[in-house]
């Protein structure tokens, strides 16, 4: 490619009347070179922003739909019951402190909450 200051020589000797000559010539063949370096440049730029759009674009999708990703859904591990140890479909709150968890069974565990022995018993 031209440099700055051979871009502007050659403005500096148009100026100054010369108009012909082999240098004129190897400047001219120098512009067209430099033309077609851009012109190249220019197109691998363009293949580039296409690729970060496409890979930005992917993203933003995955976003959008609320995909989940395959890594996440590998690390999801069953949830156990701290009463019974075993795995449990649901669970949810039957008091301030307690909670029930429900099994795929049916089966129903309770934690926190006071059992019947406790608050039947007699004050004393
Ligand atoms: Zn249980």
Not at 71 to 85: E, M, R, T
Not at 90 to 115: K, L, W
């Amino acid at each position: 490619m031209l440099t700055d200051k051979e871009a502007e020589e050659i403005e500096r000797k148009r100026k100054s009347g010369v108009s012909s000559g082999p240098i004129l010539l190897a400047w001219v063949d120098g512009l067209l070179a430099d033309r077609k370096e851009r012109v190249r440049q220019l197109q691998y730029l363009r293949q580039r922003l296409n690729q970060a759009f496409r890979y930005l674009d992917g993203l933003v999708r995955d976003v959008q739909t609320s995909r989940p990703r395959p890594a996440a859904v590998s690390k999801a591990k069953p949830l156990y019951c701290p009463s019974c140890g075993q795995p449990y479909a649901r669970a949810h709150g039957i008091s301030p402190d307690g909670i029930a968890y429900v099994h795929a069974d049916g089966r129903e565990c309770r934690t926190g909450a006071p059992t019947q022995d406790e608050s039947s018993a007699p004050l004393r």
